[in-house]
């Protein structure tokens, strides 16, 4: 059974940082699409970073670039997103989603927005000003 486990959501002031963790179980990150994504009260659900392990390709939503960095770690399993200058609009509740297998062709051509097949539970960043 496939798990993925997100943790390192807070609260901070406007200019903080937070490192989000995903955590897999039943699953390995090896040359795989996996992303991040956010979903802020009354909003739709917004892809942020994106990536894939096999070669470290990564993508960002434009409102991010710069400021968050997606990276992985496939000795321990888990993808990582670095969070620097918050904004208080970077309040929401972000996701974790992996796919099942290598990226398809669709995948690169729309990463942020890509029909992932798995989901974490979230965790929730909340920014102040």
């Known amino acids: 059974q496939v798990q993925l486990v997100e943790s390192g959501g807070g609260s901070v002031q406007a200019g903080g940082s937070l490192t989000l963790s995903c955590a897999a179980s039943?699953?390995?990150?090896?040359?795989?699409?996996m992303g991040w994504f956010r979903q802020a009260r009354g909003k739709q659900r917004e892809g942020v970073a994106a990536i894939y392990t096999g070669g470290g390709h990564t993508y960002y939503a434009d409102s991010v670039q710069g400021r968050f960095t997606i990276s992985h770690d496939t000795a321990k399993n888990t993808v990582y997103l670095q969070m620097n200058s918050l904004k208080p609009e970077d309040t929401a509740m972000y996701y974790c989603?992996?796919?099942?297998?290598?990226?398809?062709?669709?995948?690169?051509?729309?990463?942020?927005?890509?029909?992932?097949?798995?989901w974490g539970q979230g965790t929730q960043v909340t920014v102040s000003s």
């Open positions: 989603a992996a796919d099942r297998g290598p990226p398809p062709r669709n995948w690169w051509r729309h990463p942020l927005t890509y029909a992932y097949d798995y």
């Open positions: 039943g699953y390995t990150i090896s040359s795989v699409s």
